[in-house]
């Protein structure tokens, strides 16, 4: 990893632009891939995506999320994308308010006088 990558790495991703966000986990991505002796076929293989979809995936060209996780699984990082989007609750009211958008299906249209 290159001294800025490892910069933006250390700094908080809420500062960071998407593409560099895209470039920060594609080469971690590869990092771990290669830290676990695997080839981009092993990976691909095991996980049931061509070697093309691992290899856009690594460059940080579009594939479908679904093969994102199933890279996670196989490098064995599932846990991180556990956490992704997970409800922020640190009150009671952040609690019910969660509760009570989890029974709805859609969000209401904002009326074009907000």
Do not use: H, W
Not at 57 to 69: H, I, K, Q, W
């Amino acid at each position: 990893m290159r001294f800025k990558d490892l910069t933006l790495d250390m700094l908080n991703l809420t500062l960071a632009r998407p593409d560099e966000v895209l470039k920060l986990l594609c080469t971690r991505l590869r990092q771990e891939r290669l830290s676990q002796q695997m080839t981009q076929a092993e990976v691909a293989a095991r996980a049931g995506i061509g070697v093309g979809t691992l290899s856009n995936l690594e460059a940080g060209r579009s594939v479908a999320f679904d093969s994102v996780v199933r890279v996670a699984m196989v490098l064995g990082r599932l846990r991180e994308l556990e956490q992704l989007f997970l409800p922020q609750l640190e009150s009671l009211d952040d609690i019910l308010r969660y509760e009570q958008g989890a029974q709805r299906q859609r969000v209401k249209r904002k009326s074009a006088d907000a």
